[in-house]
């Protein structure tokens, strides 16, 4: 869980120890240049890492919570970056987002630390403001069908639906199905460390 270090920035261990194997699924996959949106940006530890390793993109934080909106603002301001943006009031689960469109989007462990009406959303979300062949990169756990879930995720998963009976692994083709019917085609699986996986969705190209 996140920690706080002294004033409104928060820290996230798990950031420390997964950003490098996403960064390097992630930024070979983002485009030339535009706007890359993070959907439930947290602590704010992922989006300052990324905008420091891809500064000839915009990037869009955002956050449900006002305490880590706090914190993403603390963090933007420590590291003096001039290609984030400030953090969106955001809550993935409505439709009424703060921002009309982005060239990319990007959600870090969301899926399982929400309800399941923060995923449609997130999907939705993607269908309107992508443009053809946009990319939304998700990474978190996930159960898979025939697949036997690691202990250490059945514990977590245990644990979440403890804290909140609406909170969970979600299967992957349950995920995969939501993104289907907004457009959203599932083009890679990639398994990273700690038993999480990156998801990598593409919107239609235009016909």
């Not at 706007?35 to 990324?50: I, K």
């Not at 059945?154 to 009976?165: I, N, T, V, W």
Request: some cysteine.
């Amino acid at each position: 869980m996140p920690q706080e270090v002294g004033d409104a920035r928060r820290y996230a261990p798990a950031t420390g120890r997964n950003r490098g194997p996403i960064g390097d699924l992630l930024l070979p996959l983002l485009p030339a240049c535009g706007l890359v949106l993070e959907v439930a940006s947290g602590s704010g530890e992922h989006v300052v890492h990324f905008a420091k390793a891809a500064p000839h993109l915009v990037w869009q934080p955002s956050d449900a919570s006002p305490e880590a909106r706090a914190s993403i603002a603390a963090w933007i301001a420590l590291e003096g970056l001039g290609n984030v943006r400030a953090p969106l009031a955001l809550d993935a689960s409505r439709d009424d987002w703060p921002i009309a469109a982005a060239d990319a989007m990007m959600c870090v462990n969301m899926i399982h630390i929400s309800p399941w009406g923060a995923t449609e959303g997130l999907m939705r979300g993607a269908a309107r403001l992508l443009p053809p062949g946009g990319v939304l990169f998700v990474y978190g756990p996930f159960r898979r069908e025939g697949v036997v879930t690691a202990p250490s995720n059945e514990a977590f998963d245990a644990e979440l639906r403890r804290q909140d009976p609406r909170w969970g692994l979600r299967y992957l083709e349950a995920v995969e199905a939501c993104a289907g019917t907004n457009g959203l085609k599932l083009e890679t699986v990639a398994e990273l460390p700690a038993n999480n996986l990156a998801l990598v969705f593409r919107k239609a190209a235009a016909v």
